[in-house]
């Protein structure tokens, strides 16, 4: 088992503890503000609640790129904020992954994803030697319960630092974001424009679908886990 990096496990950065929090969040801030210059206020506000409804449960970059893309933002700029979210989301966990632990609710989900985990590498040793690789396919494959969040966790039961950590999930995050926005984005360009008002119906069938099916299901793990 490789050795972990000091993830801020000690108290000698308390005196910058709040800044640790902050600058994920400040980032992010800068790039909506970034985004704004250019954006009508319609597509910007659209894009802010995309990005928000990527950092709630259970929604994925599986569900929100189609619906971005649906709803007119351009492909390239919302796989661009998603990635930028896994990158932060990457960076607060780096820097704050102790802080996390303790969140009611979250703290404990996350001790028993880890306790789990670890039990699932003890028995399969052969995937820590894949740790690098592995943990960017985890990252960039998208499915519900990958992302950078989840992702760092796993980079942190397989003894990976933070710097290692945080650019797994940041190429991950690009890969899997840009390779479903550019594959939705050419699917959307083979579908005649005479079509799209039936097209329009049935992706918001599906999604529909897909999310009243992720709803049940996380809700049925809340209830389990309770």
Not at 10 to 20: I, Q, V, Y
Not at 97 to 110: A, D, K, S, T
């Amino acid at each position: 088992m490789r050795q972990t990096g000091v993830w801020g496990d000690d108290r000698a950065d308390d005196r910058t503890r709040w800044l640790k929090v902050s600058v994920p969040f400040l980032l992010c801030g800068v790039f909506l503000a970034a985004v704004g210059l250019f954006l009508p206020v319609e597509q910007w506000l659209l894009l802010l609640g995309m990005m928000v409804a990527y950092v709630v449960p259970p929604l994925g970059r599986e569900t929100i790129i189609p619906v971005s893309i649906l709803l007119g933002i351009p492909w390239w700029l919302i796989a661009l904020a998603l990635a930028f979210l896994d990158f932060a989301g990457g960076l607060f966990m780096a820097w704050n992954f102790p802080l996390v632990l303790r969140i009611p609710y979250v703290g404990p989900r996350v001790r028993r994803f880890m306790a789990a985990g670890r039990a699932f590498l003890d028995r399969r040793p052969w995937l820590e030697r894949l740790y690098f690789i592995g943990l960017i396919i985890f990252v960039s494959i998208p499915f519900d319960g990958s992302g950078s969040i989840v992702g760092s966790v796993v980079g942190r039961m397989l003894g990976m630092t933070k710097i290692e950590v945080l650019s797994c999930v940041t190429i991950g995050g690009i890969i899997g974001s840009f390779a479903v926005a550019l594959g939705i984005d050419y699917i959307a360009n083979l579908i005649p424009a005479g079509a799209w008002p039936w097209v329009s119906v049935i992706v918001f069938l599906l999604i529909g679908t897909a999310l009243l099916v992720m709803y049940r299901s996380y809700w049925w793990e809340h209830k389990a886990n309770a």
